[in-house]
């Protein structure tokens, strides 16, 4: 079992910035590829940035490609996703996800998901 909580989230004017983390615990964190999913409401659950274990490859999705940049810490077990340049269309409650595999980039080949934190961005 891997345990994932995530922290960061709240309420930013848009043009703002958030960095959202995630802590995992509970199995090898280098042994997982790590992602980003958001959920607005009455929508589904959409795919957002997706590392690799080592780290070495990201990939985003179009939407928030050069805005948003998701890192790890192998050694703090932990998942970053910097948001930068936020637009109302951003709001939603932000998933982290683990995928044990190398690299993962679809919502059905990830294996733990956390409980989700809330972005809200006003314009």
């Known amino acids: 079992q891997v345990q994932l909580v995530e922290s960061g989230g709240g309420w930013v004017q848009a043009g703002g910035s958030l960095r959202l983390s995630c802590a995992a615990s509970g199995r090898t964190f280098r042994d997982y590829a790590m992602g980003w999913f958001r959920q607005a409401p009455g929508k589904e659950r959409n795919f957002v940035a997706t590392?690799?274990?080592?780290?070495?490859?990201?990939y985003y999705a179009d939407s928030v490609k050069g805005r948003f940049t998701i890192s790890r810490d192998n050694a703090k077990n932990t998942v970053y996703l910097q948001m930068n340049s936020l637009k109302p269309e951003d709001t939603a409650v932000y998933y982290c996800?683990?995928?044990?595999?190398?690299?993962?980039?679809?919502?059905?080949?990830?294996?733990?998901w956390g409980q989700g934190t809330q972005v809200t961005v006003s314009s």
């Open positions: 590392i690799s274990r080592s780290g070495a490859s990201t």
């Open positions: 996800a683990a995928a044990y595999r190398a690299w993962a980039m679809h919502l059905n080949e990830y294996d733990y």
